[in-house]
């Protein structure tokens, strides 16, 4: 049993869960917790140490070694991080060491925000609000492209559009716990809708929920 009021928030990268699973933290008074950082940060982590990618006894060693407190999001952000964390996150000896991490985080009182992929169907079954955040790929690669743009630098739309697909299909495809709704999970498709619809969105199921928890 445990005292913590659990929202777990799942999707592919770039439809928005980052900025919405923050703003609910916020909002609640809950911990945060971007469950992405700590497969970067253990990708990064080998990475620094010029070990491989892809030996999986290596990579749990180092994934049990990660902080959960010393995450860096801005030094964790880079693509290159991002997509050595995609190859590592298909090893179930790294996802064991992780999850438990995160679960220990998620009893965390009075509430806790856990995003990533497996947050509603492996991390916290038994969460009482489930959300699956999802856009199209076009419009993911293209927020992902406006952002670069509005931050001064260069990008090529193209390249970043196959790059969206390349890792939604390693995310949803892998055998170990990958991408997908939970079967209760409500589904948040923000390909057309603001951050603050969503928001509101996600509040209204968040406080049914916190009304039958009380
Ligand atoms: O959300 P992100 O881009 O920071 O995630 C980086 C990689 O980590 C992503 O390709 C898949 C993996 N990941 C995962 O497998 N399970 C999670 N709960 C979170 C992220």
């Known amino acids: 049993m445990t005292d913590s009021f659990i929202i777990a928030i799942d999707g592919p990268a770039a439809a928005g869960k980052g900025t919405l699973s923050r703003r609910i933290a916020e909002q609640y008074g809950f ?4 469950t992405g950082l700590t497969y970067r940060a253990t990708a990064k982590a080998l990475i620094d140490a010029r070990l491989p990618l892809d030996d999986e006894t290596v990579a749990e060693k180092m994934a049990r070694e990660v902080e959960l407190a010393g995450l860096d999001r801005d030094i964790l952000s880079k693509h290159e991080i991002g997509e050595a964390a995609s190859k590592i996150a298909v090893m179930p000896a790294v996802r064991r060491a992780l999850v438990e991490a995160q679960r220990r985080f998620s009893e965390k009182a009075p509430g806790a ?4 992929r497996d947050i509603g169907t492996v991390v916290c079954p038994d969460a009482p609000v489930k959300l699956y955040v999802t856009a199209s790929p076009e419009v993911r690669a293209k927020r992902r492209y406006d952002e670069i743009i509005g931050k001064g630098g260069s990008a090529d739309f193209e390249a970043i559009f196959e ?3 390349r890792r939604d299909d390693r995310d949803m495809n892998r055998a170990d716990s990958p991408m997908k709704p939970a079967v209760d999970a409500h589904l948040l498709d923000t390909s ?3 951050i603050e619809a969503a928001f509101q969105a996600a ?3 968040i406080d049914a929920a916190l009304s039958r928890n009380a």
Do not use: P, T
């Open 31 to 34: 911990h945060h917790l971007d």
């Open 113 to 116: 925000v856990l995003d990533g």
């Open 163 to 165: 790059d969206v697909k």
């Open 192 to 194: 057309e809708m603001s």
């Open 203 to 205: 509040k209204s199921f």
